[in-house]
């Protein structure tokens, strides 16, 4: 079998694909190698930096964290919970959520580096090609 170059979706790795987290819950998740993630990655490590004078606590490495997640990994959510509510997706409640719930911060790291979200769907040949 050949080695297939376009096997992924790569158009959506930085976008997200959706997932189903619990019940009818959904996140819109992206691939953790996206160049999105990694220009925030930064832009918040160096914010962090700044701040804190290169000398940050687990719980500010924590936020960094959850913060740059937010922005570059975790792109929308449809059916989940805050507070009894069911809220839009924006980056700063993202980020509260990813830092209060470990079981979710997990969840999105796993998913975001789970490759087979992203495999192009190939359809069969035609017999009469």
């Known amino acids: 079998m050949t080695y297939r170059i376009d096997k ?4 959506k790795f930085a976008s997200g694909k ?3 987290i619990e019940g009818t819950s959904r996140l819109k998740v992206a691939y ?3 160049a999105e993630y990694l220009d925030h990655l930064m832009e918040v490590e160096k914010k962090y930096s700044r701040k804190y004078c290169n000398e940050l606590t687990a719980d500010q490495r924590m936020a960094m964290h959850c913060e740059a997640i937010a922005l570059g990994m ?7 919970g ?3 509510e069911t809220p839009a997706y924006t980056p700063e409640l993202g980020a509260e959520a ?4 470990p079981v979710l911060l997990d969840f999105v790291k796993t998913q975001s580096g789970n490759l087979d979200r992203f495999e192009r769907e190939i359809s069969a040949p035609n017999e009469h090609d």
């Not at 990813?98 to 719930?101: F, P, R, V, W």
């Open 32 to 34: 953790k190698g996206n």
């Open 8 to 11: 992924y979706e790569h158009e």
């Open 18 to 20: 959706w997932v189903t």
């Open 74 to 80: 975790l792109k929308d959510w449809e059916d989940v």
């Open 82 to 84: 805050v507070n009894g």
């Open 98 to 101: 990813l830092k209060q719930n």
